[in-house]
């Protein structure tokens, strides 16, 4: 009896994920037509790139050529480089790339080693743009995303716009092609209705443009953020977005502002990736049951649910594989990724064939998120504390890229953010201290 | 929204301060101790499943009772043998006396045909004579057609009898028909563990999950007849069939499963 009301609930769970992403989402971004995506000419405000930068070495370079070469008015765009105390050579870099900026680029070292986050706000604190644009030092920015998020901005209120993020290494291996598939997801319908009501609860860190006077409102929180006394480290950005939500403010996002990074190589590297997020996600619902229900009904609801199922999915699994029925409901998970990964080839068959990946690789999904499921959100459940997995092995926080995770609609939300515990490149990898 | 003023962290009371390091502790250990859970239960199902993957040695016990199907299946086929064994012997009997009157007939018509056949020849006109004569010979002729026939029958419903009794006395000697006046107990094996089941094997329980076996008895021989039971670890349905066995030790009758031969882990 119990355990069939707890199937019920699991799968009335999933049903509501389901409608929210896939039909209602969708359904209303149809009936909005143009009006989903509300852009502005008329507010051309200043703007400031700000890049923390812990140990990328040459690939520093790249991101910082691809933010020159920005379309968005160059009096009105700075670059602010914070260097973490890299212990390589990308200050030299950085530098290098500065003294062809025309000035347009500055570079600042950190005294000492303080995270993400902390650099974040000094170079904030010391800017005096009206937006703050954050990017990943590892990413690459298409020419116009600044600009595609400046136009966003189409009310005061509007505190944060989110861009999408991409993989750079595509074809790399089948678990970088299977994340492919998973970001097409995340962006394309994952965040659709939160979308619908300017609530996006997670705008990646990867390429994110905030109002300046916002985040220096919510300093405090980002700098003081700790639970029982125990600093908190990890999924900032998603924390920062729904605190900027919990201020009363909107926050939306754009597909037209595009960043692209490098997603993890090997399995190792992607489980530890997910989870850091598996924390990230279990600690920010748990903080949203506060006030999150203040919200629009249907922001809430899914915002619960996806919590709720986050819990309760390792549960159904464990009970699944232990009734002996793992065969049954892998083959429920390969059903859905074949189904997933045909109507992302549907849908992508406009475009270049380096832009898109065979839509079998996102088969080996449909081993790799139960598994993570079953096995990370335990873990990170009963380490929430651990900072042993932090970003770029030192006191930072990670970062967020993926924005919204699986795509398989049985499971929830994952959450943010590119993998940079763990510089993905070998030579990037080869850098980093041993932590 | 004001814009002026800063957002501030909330700050815990002082009760609440002075209680989170020791919260933070409890979560630690408590975590530990549920991580530690978790993995020493993934160790065991892991465990569990490629023993149980490969086990080719487990029977399930079944205690029968006179509700059992196959008790109550077994006492329908004894029944039905007495019948059938009843309605034999009344078939013999009939038989039998069939082939008394025929050799009755046999020996009067043999006496007629003597003594008429002597007085016919020396009478060729007596026609009630000849008639009398010719019907004696003719009877006789025909019992003696008939015997050999009837007495083929008997002998046959001899030989039926005999093997109708033999199944009656192994239908009635089945555990499933003493089931009805005892406590009996008799075990599942799956058609893919047979090869290692024989009559004298000796029966093995575990306590501890399979970590504590004992003997607990042995088994006895094993039965006709397809039945279906469950995998003890997976519940999957398993065809195979029934052993009786003879257990020293009664409570392993309720045991959820035995062992035939060996310990199933056997250095312990």
């Known amino acids: 009896m119990l355990i069939g009301f707890f199937g019920l609930i699991v799968k009335a769970l999933m049903m509501i994920i389901f409608i929210n992403r ?38 520093i370079a790249e991101t910082l050529d691809s933010l020159l070469q920005q379309s968005y008015p160059k009096h009105k765009l700075t670059i602010t480089v914070v260097d973490d105390m890299s212990t390589d050579d990308s200050y030299e870099q950085a530098m290098r790339v500065a003294r062809r900026s025309g000035g347009r680029l500055r570079v600042i070292k950190n005294t000492r080693n303080m995270g993400k986050r902390r650099s974040i706000n000094r170079a904030v604190r010391e800017a005096d743009a009206e937006i703050i644009v954050s990017v990943d030092s590892d990413v690459v920015v298409d020419a116009d995303a600044v600009r595609q998020l400046i136009r966003r901005f ?62 220096i409102k919510l300093e405090p929180l980002l700098e003081n953020r700790e639970i029982l006394g125990v600093p908190i480290r990890y999924g900032e950005d998603r924390y920062l977005t729904r605190q900027i939500v919990k201020a009363g403010y909107y926050t939306t996002m754009t597909l037209d502002a595009v960043c692209r990074t490098n997603v993890p190589t090997r399995l190792p590297d992607y489980f530890s990736q997910q989870l850091r997020w598996r924390r990230s996600n279990i600690m920010d619902y748990a903080g949203g049951m506060s006030h999150v229900w203040r919200l629009n009904p249907i922001v809430a609801i899914h915002f619960f649910s996806l919590f709720g199922l986050l819990l309760l999915y390792p549960v159904l699994l ?26 992302y080839r549907w849908k992508t068959r406009k475009q270049p064939a380096s832009e898109t ?74 850098q980093l201290p041993a932590a | 929204m004001n814009m002026d003023s800063t957002v501030k962290p909330p700050q815990p009371g002082r009760l609440l301060q002075a209680l989170q390091p020791a919260i933070v502790k409890l979560y630690r250990i408590a975590g530990m101790a549920a991580l530690g859970a978790i993995l020493i239960g993934l160790i065991l199902f892991l465990t569990g499943t490629i023993f149980w993957y490969f086990n080719r040695t487990w029977v399930r016990p079944v205690i029968l009772s006179p509700e059992h199907a196959k008790v109550m299946s077994a006492t329908n086929a004894l029944s039905e043998a007495k019948m059938q064994q009843d309605a034999m012997v009344v078939e013999k009997a009939t038989a039998e006396a069939q082939l008394k009157t025929i050799d009755k007939k046999i020996e009067i018509y043999a006496k007629e ?48 009898l005999v093997e109708q009794e ?54 006895l021989s094993i039965l006709e007849g397809e039945v279906q039971d469950v995998h003890p670890h997976d519940d999957s349905v398993q065809r195979g069939v029934m052993v009786e066995v003879d257990l020293t030790d009664p409570d392993a009758a309720t045991e959820n499963v035995m062992f035939a031969g060996s310990k199933p882990f056997w250095w312990l």
């Open chain 1, 22 to 59: 896939y039909i209602a989402g969708v359904a209303v971004r149809l009936w909005r037509g143009s009006k989903w995506d509300e852009t502005t000419d008329d507010y051309e405000p200043t703007v400031a790139v700000v890049i923390p930068m812990f140990n990328e070495g040459k690939g």
């Open chain 1, 154 to 215: 189409v009310s005061p209120d509007i505190a944060a716009v989110g861009g999408r993020v991409d993989v750079r290494n595509k074809g790399e291996n089948w678990l970088t092609r299977m994340q492919v598939v998973k970001y097409w997801y995340s962006y394309g319908f994952m965040k659709n209705l939160e979308w619908a009501f300017r609530r996006v609860m997670c705008l990646s860190g990867c390429l994110t443009a905030y109002r300046r006077d916002v985040l």
């Open chain 1, 318 to 343: 464990a009970r699944t594989i232990v009734a002996g029925r793992f065969w049954s409901t892998l083959v429920v998970h390969v059903v859905f990724a074949a189904v997933f990964g045909l109507w």
């Open chain 1, 357 to 430: 990946v065979n839509p079998f690789s996102f088969m080996p999904i449909a081993i790799v998120l139960p598994v993570i499921y079953a096995l990370m959100t335990p873990v990170a459940m009963f380490t929430l504390d651990s900072s042993s997995w932090e970003t770029r092995g030192h006191a930072g926080n990670d970062a967020d890229a993926d924005g919204d995770g699986d795509a398989i609609p049985v499971e929830e939300d994952s959450d943010d953010g590119a993998d940079l515990s763990r510089p993905q490149t070998a030579a990037a990898r080869a």
């Open chain 2, 113 to 160: 045909e003597t003594e008429l056949g002597p007085q016919a020849a020396a009478k060729p006109n007596d026609t009630t004579l000849r008639v009398s004569y010719d019907r004696a010979v003719e009877e006789h002729a025909d019992a003696e057609l008939q015997r050999p026939v009837v007495e083929q029958h008997v002998k046959q419903l001899e030989a039926n």
């Open chain 2, 166 to 219: 033999k199944k009656v006395g192994r239908l009635a000697a089945s555990p499933y028909i003493r089931a009805n006046e005892e406590k009996r107990v008799v075990g599942f094996v799956p058609y893919q563990n047979l090869s290692n089941i024989h009559p004298g094997v000796t029966l093995y329980t575990c306590d501890w999950g399979l970590i504590k076996c004992h003997s607990v008895g042995k088994v």
